[in-house]
């Protein structure tokens, strides 16, 4: 995955992709217009069952490590899945922390639940408790007795591999496929230099890493190419006005992207937090949509000036920069390293 470089632009039709943002927002607001009853298309709900992880892993989007200990009560997790069942639309739930088997039977209970009406399973997972493959087959069978499950397990430098011994990833994976289940391995290049295809001899950042979360300050090194803050005019990784998948964390906090909240499932139904939910008069989502981690930074005034590895980079430290103004809209600590100890 490559970071791509973002030219200035103010005027949002020299911009092809801010052009295509203003046409699909037109699009959907005016079939909002005639149908006020209408929802987004939200098709996935991801569960973050535990930001409590047996790795402490410097790519990690929220802070995860062994030290932390934030953990879904059973009864948000199947109430928040009967709740995208009524939506009609979702189609999909995926377990995911933290490590997700470390609260296995909220876990197993949760995805019956998921089955029961239907919808596919797919759970994120290091793979730690495949001491042996036939413990893992121990572990596994209930998700292949449940059927339509897929299991993604992360298996990199990051997650314990550093050479080509066996890993728990390779044994959970192993016994997954001899249960049945559908099984992956999810791999993430640390960050490196690299040439960009589109302007030759132009030093770009490769891998897979997003610098946010403890990336952000973890893998930040002076050898990474930068670009000037005023560059990052959009976010790539999100569409903030027609969200096909939202996270549900431990405390009931419903966000698109990790630490940028647009409810609580313990204080609103989901029904009402996609009703009232206006991107434009979010005060993180608004400046996001319009003009991106630099609009962000220009709209609250910020100090973040100088250069940076990627857009997420100084969206992440300008959220951390929000984060005593806008609460709600921006937390749980956790996402922002302040747990780590």
């Given at each position: 995955?490559?970071?791509?470089?973002?030219?200035?632009?103010?005027?949002?039709?020299?911009?092809?992709?801010?052009?295509?943002?203003?046409?699909?927002?037109?699009?959907?607001?005016?079939?909002?217009?005639?149908?006020?009853?209408?929802?987004?298309?939200?098709?996935?709900?991801?569960?973050?069952?535990?930001?409590?992880?047996?790795?402490?892993?410097?790519?990690?989007?929220?802070?995860?490590?062994?030290?932390?200990?934030?953990?879904?009560?059973?009864?948000?997790?199947?109430?928040?899945?009967?709740?995208?069942?009524?939506?009609?639309?979702?189609?999909?739930?995926?377990?995911?922390?933290?490590?997700?088997?470390?609260?296995?039977?909220?876990?197993?209970?949760?995805?019956?639940?998921?089955?029961?009406?239907?919808?596919?399973?797919?759970?994120?997972?290091?793979?730690?408790?495949?001491?042996?493959?036939?413990?893992?087959?121990?572990?596994?069978?209930?998700?292949?007795?449940?059927?339509?499950?897929?299991?993604?397990?992360?298996?990199?430098?990051?997650?314990?591999?550093?050479?080509?011994?066996?890993?728990?990833?390779?044994?959970?994976?192993?016994?997954?496929?001899?249960?049945?289940?559908?099984?992956?391995?999810?791999?993430?290049?640390?960050?490196?230099?690299?040439?960009?295809?589109?302007?030759?001899?132009?030093?770009?950042?490769?891998?897979?890493?997003?610098?946010?979360?403890?990336?952000?300050?973890?893998?930040?090194?002076?050898?990474?190419?930068?670009?000037?803050?005023?560059?990052?005019?959009?976010?790539?990784?999100?569409?903030?006005?027609?969200?096909?998948?939202?996270?549900?964390?431990?405390?009931?906090?419903?966000?698109?992207?990790?630490?940028?909240?647009?409810?609580?499932?313990?204080?609103?139904?989901?029904?009402?937090?996609?009703?009232?939910?206006?991107?434009?008069?979010?005060?993180?989502i608004g400046p996001l949509m319009r003009g991106g981690p630099a609009e962000?930074?220009?709209?609250h005034g910020l100090t973040l000036r100088g250069d940076w590895i990627?857009?997420?980079?100084?969206?992440?430290?300008?959220?951390?920069?929000?984060?005593?103004?806008?609460?709600?809209?921006?937390?749980?600590?956790?996402?922002?390293?302040?747990?780590?100890?």
């Amino acid at each position: 995955m490559k970071q791509t470089q973002h030219g200035q632009q103010n005027n949002p039709y020299e911009d092809p992709g801010r052009s295509l943002w203003f046409v699909k927002r037109f699009v959907v607001l005016y079939w909002y217009s005639i149908d006020p009853g209408a929802t987004m298309n939200l098709t996935g709900l991801h569960l973050l069952l535990t930001y409590r992880c047996t790795y402490e892993c410097d790519h990690c989007f929220v802070h995860s490590s062994p030290r932390t200990g934030a953990t879904m009560p059973l009864e948000l997790a199947l109430s928040s899945i009967r709740q995208a069942n009524k939506l009609g639309t979702v189609s999909e739930i995926y377990f995911e922390g933290g490590e997700p088997f470390l609260v296995y039977p909220v876990l197993v209970r949760a995805a019956k639940e998921a089955r029961s009406f239907g919808m596919q399973v797919g759970i994120v997972s290091n793979g730690y408790f495949a001491t042996t493959i036939e413990d893992a087959v121990e572990w596994l069978k209930p998700f292949a007795e449940m059927g339509g499950v897929a299991i993604s397990f992360s298996d990199d430098g990051f997650h314990g591999r550093e050479d080509e011994s066996e890993t728990p990833a390779d044994r959970a994976r192993a016994a997954a496929e001899k249960l049945g289940i559908d099984a992956g391995t999810i791999c993430i290049d640390p960050p490196g230099i690299e040439e960009d295809p589109h302007q030759p001899g132009t030093p770009i950042v490769g891998g897979g890493v997003r610098f946010r979360g403890r990336a952000a300050t973890s893998l930040v090194d002076e050898s990474l190419p930068r670009q000037p803050w005023s560059s990052f005019c959009s976010c790539t990784d999100e569409d903030w006005v027609d969200l096909g998948r939202l996270h549900l964390d431990p405390y009931g906090r419903l966000y698109p992207c990790q630490g940028v909240s647009l409810g609580n499932l313990n204080e609103k139904p989901l029904t009402t937090i996609l009703e009232e939910y206006d991107p434009d008069t979010h005060p993180i989502i608004g400046p996001l949509m319009r003009g991106g981690p630099a609009e962000l930074v220009r709209a609250h005034g910020l100090t973040l000036r100088g250069d940076w590895i990627d857009g997420c980079q100084l969206c992440y430290n300008a959220r951390k920069a929000l984060r005593d103004l806008f609460p709600d809209e921006l937390g749980p600590g956790e996402v922002y390293g302040e747990m780590d100890g």
